[in-house]
């Protein structure tokens, strides 16, 4: 439904800024804090690759990119549409612009695991 | 066109002017533009549309006849009874016949929506001095839904709105009104707007006395404009005097009514000595009608038991927070405003100036003496007699503005558009003009303090012969002063040039009540006179006065027809 | 009585302001804002331009920026601001026309986008609508109806100071009234417009700055947030 296009991401934004408050504290928690050859102090890169090679891991890793991506690139589009200033040509621009950085990215981050 | 006029002039051609945007004016629009939408209308408004007026200050509601139980003569009844029998009789029952039909529209049409009862219907709530209970409102502040509503109509119709846009002066030729001369408040351009037909709806001018309860902006232009170009007045002395406006010492605050609803209610009234004063004068008590209670107020007042700041006291504590907040939020908030507490404190009143019944003379078309000249609401004189009730004031300028709106559509129907004068526009705005230029001269702000004096002490709630006759006296010579003042500036947005507009005006009408109150040898309804303090049965008669050449006021009266209702014997 | 020391945005001509004009008055203990500015009009400097027409707090044409925060003059209560200098300045968001006047220009023509007047197929009919005072119209909107359309909100508004597309919280309000009115039915145009992704509810970012602000504490951030929930099921506006 093309007339609801603006609340679906509205939604999409309220969703994903949840989604991310409990990411974010999750990965604290992973990175910081879980691992026990972390808190010793002897972290390897054999542990890390030992859990990313995980495919739950991976999932959780990659919808953290995509959803963090999504949140921070449509909430730079929203900043762009308060001001006026910024053309409607200007502000498709940017939205293009922005939807290429979000694949790029996405692209990028997903792709790193292929490599593993 | 030439002429030499120290401003620009700019024209504009419409079939049809209306000038003042209250409820009057914006019904008149409003029909207008249903019957026909392709006729040019023009509104000029001093104030902001739909934000000027005392249309927009209404609380308390409008009248009309809705419950099958109620009925069109008891409605007429009680407004001939409350107009102390001097009503135009025709005119009073078009207005509650045609009130009921209007309230459709306002809701249908202009998208009001007024307060229901539980199974959908309309509420209507109690007025003092009627027999039904018949005030149709939105909460306490009915006139904001009306003018609103009848703004947003306007906004989506081609009617072309002129915002803070004074009339100054009709333009005339051979006896015939053809546009006005206009003012633009913010740009200081003049215009004279070329019309097939004229119509007055600006609002009375209560704002003449010391203490009043009207719109600041508003100051009898459309009277006074009448008066200069030579149409006739009825009943000029009947001036309502509301029992209950706050006193906030000298802020323009003073003035602004507590509703009336809170006498209704049970609220009571002191002197300064603590005494139930009403108990002297009205059995009714402090549920006396409007022009006993302020008459009563005021007699207290000037024989020195008054409150420290010249009032006398509302106490509605005894009718409880509770109840209070729940009928009348409105009042309770604009009491601590000021830092008065209605809930638990008695809060300083005294009488407040705030309708005006007398006006331009109309027949049941709105149609004035003058051809091409119509009047609605407040500006026109007749309905109301001696003493308007609550909640009829609205309703008159709701119905009376669409019949003008009505009436004019008929007249302009196959009119050529009138001729107007070069010489005249010229001289009018020379004139208006004049103290712009002028070096030296009184400010008008004094002068406007002189003129509320005058007229609050000696053609106030109470009058007599030999105060009026002063008071006329001293209103000729404000007048010629006025004429001398100076207030050099730029014409655009030039405060002191308006106000100096506004005393003009405002002594042109205030003469007209002071003449007339001097010939109206008995007290009547809202008018009341030491020197004759009864009703008289002989004055069962209307006063109409008649501008002349001169300037002055030819007085002629003519015995009520009482068409519909003859008074008892005892009035 | 009391001294009061009131600066004032001054135009030069016409215009926004160029200069501060600083007065010094004595008020009585009740005196508002607006009496102060008549005071000085009248006795100070009689070109003094302001706006006011009920100064009861009905009219809504008295709103400035009074100590930095945009009130209606008429019923701001000088002693209450707890300060012996008052700073007066016009409504911001507004092209200004002269000292504290501003145009509501740009107001109105947002207002008039989201059709305000009435749509009804009813607007003929000799029978007033049944609307129980029970239904929903009846409840939830009397607060929300008693805009004065001062446009203190579109003043305070954080998103208007950048967005000049934006409709503002009172226009939103205002459509969202009409929305609800039992008897219109101009409802996909008008949630056409406040759907808009540059004008419509999206810009808000529930600052709250227009509700604390409204003198009238109409809670116009519920009203755009409401709209927001009602664009997935519109139907649902009406409902009884
Ligand atoms: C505080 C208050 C409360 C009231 N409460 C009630 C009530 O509860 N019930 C009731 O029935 N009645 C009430 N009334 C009375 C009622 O408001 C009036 O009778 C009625 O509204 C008058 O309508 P009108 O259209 O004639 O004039 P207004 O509504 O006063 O409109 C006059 C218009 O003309 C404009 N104007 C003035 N001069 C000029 C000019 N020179 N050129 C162009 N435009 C001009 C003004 O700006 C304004 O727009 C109340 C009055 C007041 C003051
Ligand atoms: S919503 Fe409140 S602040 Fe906004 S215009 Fe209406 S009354 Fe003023
Ligand atoms: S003057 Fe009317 S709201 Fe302040």
């Known amino acids: 439904m093309p007339a609801y296009r603006n609340v679906l991401w509205w939604y999409v934004q309220r969703i994903t800024g949840a989604l991310l408050v409990v990411l974010l504290t999750l990965h604290f928690w992973v990175e910081h804090f879980m691992s026990k050859t972390l808190m010793r102090g002897d972290l390897t890169y054999a542990v890390i690759l030992s859990r990313i090679s995980n495919p739950v891991w991976q999932a959780i890793d990659i919808g953290f990119l995509l959803v963090a991506l999504v949140h921070g690139l449509n909430g730079l589009r929203n900043i762009v549409l308060d001001y006026s200033r910024v053309g409607p040509r200007v502000a498709q621009a940017i939205t293009v612009a922005l939807v290429a950085v979000g694949l790029v990215w996405s692209w990028w981050g997903i792709e790193a695991f292929s490599k593993l | 066109m030439p002429h030499s006029s120290p401003l620009p002039i700019d024209t504009l051609d419409a079939d049809i002017l209306i000038i003042g945007a209250g409820g009057a004016g914006l019904l008149a629009a409003l029909h207008v533009h249903e019957t026909d939408p392709k006729l040019k209308i023009v509104v000029a408004v001093k104030g902001l549309l739909g934000q000027s007026g005392c249309t927009r200050m209404v609380q308390g509601g409008y009248n009309a006849v809705l419950n099958p139980s109620d009925s069109l003569e008891r409605h007429f009844t009680d407004t001939i009874k409350g107009g102390a029998y001097i009503n135009n009789q025709e005119l009073a029952w078009m207005l509650v016949a045609e009130s009921p039909k209007r309230i459709v529209e306002l809701e249908n049409k202009a998208g009001c929506i007024f307060d229901r009862n539980p199974d959908g219907t309309i509420h209507q709530k109690a007025f003092a001095g009627q027999s039904f209970d018949r005030t149709v409102h939105k909460g306490d502040l009915t006139g904001i839904e009306i003018m609103s509503n009848l703004r947003d109509y306007m906004l989506e119709t081609d009617i072309r709105i002129l915002q803070e846009c004074r009339g100054l002066d009709l333009l005339t030729n051979d006896g015939k009104v053809g546009g006005a001369l206009l003012l633009n408040i913010r740009t200081g351009r003049l215009s004279t707007v070329r019309a097939k037909a004229t119509l007055l709806a600006t609002g009375g001018g209560a704002t003449m006395y010391r203490i009043s309860s009207p719109s600041l902006e508003k100051s009898g232009d459309g009277m006074a404009m009448a008066r200069r170009a030579g149409a006739g007045f009825v009943d000029m002395e009947m001036l309502q005097f509301h029992p209950t406006g706050l006193l906030v010492g000298t802020s323009v605050a003073t003035g602004g009514l507590l509703e009336e609803g809170l006498r209704g209610a049970g609220a009571h009234l002191y002197n300064g000595l603590g005494e139930r004063f009403m108990e002297r004068y009205d059995p009714k008590l402090e549920r006396a009608t409007r022009d006993v209670v302020a008459r009563s107020s005021y007699l207290e007042i000037v024989a020195g038991r008054g409150s420290p700041n010249g009032g006398v006291y509302i106490d509605g504590s005894h009718l409880g927070e509770e109840f209070l907040l729940r009928n009348f939020p409105g009042m309770v908030e604009r009491c601590a405003d000021y830092g008065f507490d209605l809930v638990h404190d008695r809060v300083e009143v005294s009488p407040s100036a705030h309708f005006q019944m007398g006006g331009i003379t109309i027949d049941l078309a709105c149609r004035s003496s003058l051809d091409g000249l119509f009047a609605a609401g407040e500006d026109a004189g007749g309905v109301h007699g001696a003493n308007r009730l609550g909640g009829n004031g609205v309703a008159d300028s709701i119905v009376f503005g669409g019949v003008a709106g009505d009436s004019m559509t008929d007249y302009v129907m196959g009119r050529e558009l009138p001729t107007i004068s070069a010489a005249q526009i010229t001289a009018l705005s020379q004139h208006w003009t004049r103290p712009l230029a002028a070096a030296r001269g009184e400010r008008p702000f004094g002068l406007r303090e002189e003129l509320e004096d005058v007229m609050w002490d000696r053609v106030g709630v109470v009058r007599n012969g030999a105060d009026l006759e002063s008071a006329l006296d001293t209103l000729a010579a404000l007048r010629e002063r006025a004429q001398q003042a100076a207030t050099a500036g730029p014409a655009a947005s030039n405060p002191a040039w308006n106000a100096l507009m506004d005393v003009l005006n405002l002594c042109d009408i205030g003469q007209m009540v002071a003449q007339s109150a001097l010939v109206r040898t008995e007290s009547r309804g809202a008018h009341y006179r030491l020197d004759y303090a009864s009703p008289d049965p002989s004055w069962l008669k209307n006063i109409f006065l008649t501008p002349n050449d001169d300037g002055d006021l030819d007085v002629h009266f003519e015995p009520v027809k009482f068409t519909r209702l003859a008074p008892p014997s005892s009035i | ?240």
Request: charged share 25%; proline share 6%; aromatic share 6%.
């Open chain 3, 1 to 240: 009585m009391k001294p009061y020391q009131v600066k004032i945005a001054r135009s030069a001509g016409n215009g926004a302001p160029t200069e501060v004009g600083t007065f010094e008055v004595v008020l009585e203990e009740r005196m508002t804002v607006l009496d102060a500015l008549f005071n000085i009009q009248r006795t100070q400097d009689d070109s003094l331009s302001f706006r006011c027409a009920c100064r009861v707090g009905m009219c809504g044409t008295c709103a400035m920026y009074i100590n930095s925060v945009p009130r209606l003059a008429c019923k701001t209560q000088v002693s209450r601001l707890n300060s012996s200098t008052v700073t007066i300045g016009p409504l911001p968001n507004l092209p200004v026309i002269k000292d504290l006047v501003v145009s509501l220009e740009p107001f109105f023509e947002q207002w008039k986008k989201i059709k305000p007047a009435l749509h009804s197929p009813t607007r003929d009919s000799k029978e007033l609508a049944c609307i129980p005072a029970t239904s929903r119209y009846a409840r939830e909107t009397p607060q929300k109806r008693d805009c004065i359309t001062c446009g203190i909100c579109y003043g305070a508004c954080g998103i208007k100071s950048s967005s000049a597309e934006y409709l503002g919280p009172a226009a939103i309000n205002k459509a969202f009234l009409r929305l609800m009115d039992p008897r219109d039915t101009a409802t996909e145009e008008r949630l056409e417009v406040i759907n808009n992704e540059r004008a419509g509810v999206w810009r808000c970012h529930a600052q709250f700055n227009c509700t604390a602000a409204c003198p009238k504490n109409i809670d116009l951030t519920d009203t755009i947030m409401r709209l927001k929930r009602a664009m997935l099921f519109p139907s649902g506006l009406k409902k009884a």
